[in-house]
């Protein structure tokens, strides 16, 4: 079946501009995860959305960062006025539901470039 | 909180010896381990997880680890290298029964195969 797709595979944008990354997850998989991955610093988790639950935004780096999820299935995050060090690839996952032994299933990426 | 070491950011061995990817982790809880498989330009891949179960993992591509808790550490190894297996390999650490659904990333290791 399909995966975990992401869009764009590829954005550059300008320093001070706004950017919408997405997230489409496996149909019926309840749990999804944004995670940002750039030289230097490994994979970091950014925010988590389970059901109807709050989400765990404990890992979103400034206020500049956001992300909603819409009837439970597609993602946005937002990035505001994107700085370079923003600079990185974004990456999705789903699962089944959320806990923490579930097999998370990634997407391509985003590859986020601010000249 | 949890932390997870990958010993070694590079790994180089020749086709058809063995392989061993080094992780020691640190949590507070009894943990979940996984690891994660990165070929070039594609997502990131489950390759096994243990999960208080046996403490020899089997997973895919013939790849399997062991938990040992007095070593704190689940490395990851493989008896003979193919060509196929030259990719980015992450070790990952999230807590059971602590309310938190992230996953920690180790800085990864990659692993080269010379044929």
């Known amino acids: 079946g399909a995966g975990v797709s992401q869009s764009p595979s590829n954005k550059v944008t300008e320093k001070g501009k706004d950017v919408e990354l997405r997230c489409d997850p496996i149909s019926g998989h309840t749990a999804l995860y944004w995670y940002r991955q750039s030289l230097g610093q490994g994979l970091e988790f950014l925010i988590y959305f389970q059901g109807n639950s709050a989400p765990d935004k404990s890992g979103l780096p400034s206020d500049r960062f956001s992300a909603e999820r819409t009837g439970g299935s597609v993602s946005t995050l937002t990035i505001q006025r994107t700085q370079q060090e923003d600079s990185a690839v974004y990456l999705c996952?789903?699962?089944?539901?959320?806990?923490?032994?579930?097999?998370?299933?990634f997407g391509p990426g985003t590859r986020l470039t601010v000249t | 909180a949890q932390s997870v070491t990958q010993l070694d950011s590079h790994v180089s061995v020749s086709e058809g010896t063995p392989v061993l990817l080094r992780c020691n982790y640190s949590?507070?809880?009894?943990?979940?381990l996984f690891w994660y498989v990165q070929h070039p330009n594609k997502g990131l891949q489950l390759l096994l997880k243990?999960?208080?179960?046996?403490?020899l993992v089997k997973g895919i591509n013939g790849f399997e680890a062991e938990f040992k808790k007095s070593e704190t550490s689940f490395h990851l190894t493989k008896p003979s290298a193919h060509m196929s297996d030259a990719a980015e390999y992450f070790c990952v650490v999230t807590i059971s029964g602590a309310g938190s659904y992230q996953l920690t990333f180790g800085k990864g290791t990659k692993l080269s195969v010379i044929p």
């Open positions: 996952a789903s699962s089944h539901a959320g806990g923490p032994t579930r097999e998370q299933y």
């Open positions: 243990y999960t208080s179960a046996a403490t």
């Open positions: 949590s507070s809880y009894s943990p979940s």
